[in-house]
């Protein structure tokens, strides 16, 4: 079998992480960053929280007030009706989210055992992060670890730098990409003496959200985009496409695990293979996905039906794989990088 | 009367354009950026054209075929129903144009009488331009006049950045904003070592399209984003609004002529006074519009209701307002900068 997922799966689930506030509850914890820090391996988890108290005729939307500095509660009559889309309560005025989402640092020694910190690494802070923050990617970088995340709010999705170097203490840098914009990774190293960056603009009229590839000279500011990889109709990347994992260097070339939705919004992950010096040629493509949705975990949950990987290491000659499985828990997986080698041409 | 409109308006119409196409008419020139070089005043026209043969049956949209380098025509079914937008074919394959837009240089010594050139400064010419290059904004740095302009394809609408010295060759430089963004203005200067930007993200989800502000080193790399300004409920900026004019310098501070839509798709043009050393700061901000549609060549058109510039020059005293009509012709008018700034609170 191509995947090996772990018999301990999931390995982080709701009820071990405590919650931020007394009147939220832990619904998710999901779509994690990865890094190998020192002797541990640490995981930035996102965290989605929401209201205890649910009402028969309202919506109850959490944001944070940036000019109060606290968090509150928006109140949206619902008239009874069940939300389309679990995540999202769509009004006349604009969205909003039924959850709030916080990034927790957890640890493990095993890659598989993890200790989830008491308190949140990052939450929303400012006025571009109101309705949370989402889905970290840690990048290494010299001895920095930078840390790209998406912050909603009524302004949009926008990509946000940040960076640590011990995962205590964390620098927010500013927006890097304009909204809407989010599953941003930059890439380990400069390459020909710029930064690049894989991301995922949507677009509003003509195209639907596929992956753009960007390069900077001092990663705060980027440009000189292009289209990178595209959906393709009728087919499980039909929907939307975006980057996972922060690319891997493999030989002369770099791998990115990616994740796609078909149109009924199954969310598999795929893998490509980008020319080492030119990041935005695509020399092989793995034609299916590498991993599709398929345990009782992942198929059903806050979102169902749904893999999605923000984070993974290179090591053994495996790629270990950290994946959030239905949006509601962190799960784990190994693949061979040979056998993902073998299904690109 | 704040407003001083041309009595030669309008000053460029669609019969003043030669096609580029045996089987195309021009159906609207307008949107033009606007500079002084040398002794002339030059305009870069938006130039649209549609397909001459119309069919019952289908909408016909025109389009850049990047690879063979040549105009084709999509032929979509149309079952007789009108366009709700005149210049949107919608389907469940994605948006469509009417018509295929480009760039035609028209010259001037007195500012209303222009000669318009024979042949396109620029068109379509890459993978991100099939549907055409829109809107142009003129910025001169140094000797280099750096045009910035939409270009819309199926991949989105981006801004992308050219240059020319000469207004006779043109270098593209790619991509600056991803899609999807418009109504890109870059500042005519560093303001303490960085170059300054306005744009215009459209966000799918959680906002309308507003003004952002965002920093450059190089101006092909941009980031550091900040919303500006953002729409107003039920007043003339609550549909959508976006820079217009390059920013001019007034004193110590920055003079910008934007545009807004209201609910109803009515283009209107405001202005802003912003932070001459920190340009993402509003000083001031004139309450009610500077200028409204009201003459009928800017009430009926292609797409009527409008007053839209892409540039202004600002001399003797006056801002000296180019604008599209209508999305259909290109007027003249002037307005005492003395007046603009009474307005300002």
Redesign the interface.
Known sequence: MLTVRSDSNPIIKSEDVTPTHPELEVIGVFNAGVIRYNQEIILLLRVAERPISLSDHAYISPIYDAEMNELTFLSIPSQGAPLEDAR?ISTK???FLTSISHFRVARSMDGIHFKVDELPAMSAATPYET?GIEDARITKIDDIYYIVYSA???????ACLASTTDFVHYTRH????????KDVVIFPEKINGKYYAL?R???????TP?I?I?????L????????LL?TT?DTWEAGRIGASTVPVKVGEHWLEIYHAADADNRYCLGALLLNGEQPWIIEKKAELPIMEPMMPYELEGFFGNVVFSCGALCEDGKIKLYYGAADTTICYAEIELSLIMDLLS
Do not use: R
Not at 152 to 158: L, Q, R
Not at 214 to 218: P, R, T
Not at 220 to 227: F, I
């Open positions: 999202v005025d604009g969205n309705y909603i709010s009524n302004m949009g999705i926008t500013g927006l890097i990409f304009h909204p809407d914009n991301h603009p949507t677009t509003s009229q003509f195209s596929q753009w960007a390069q900077s000279s001092n705060m500011e980027w440009g000189n985009h292009k289209l595209g109709k």
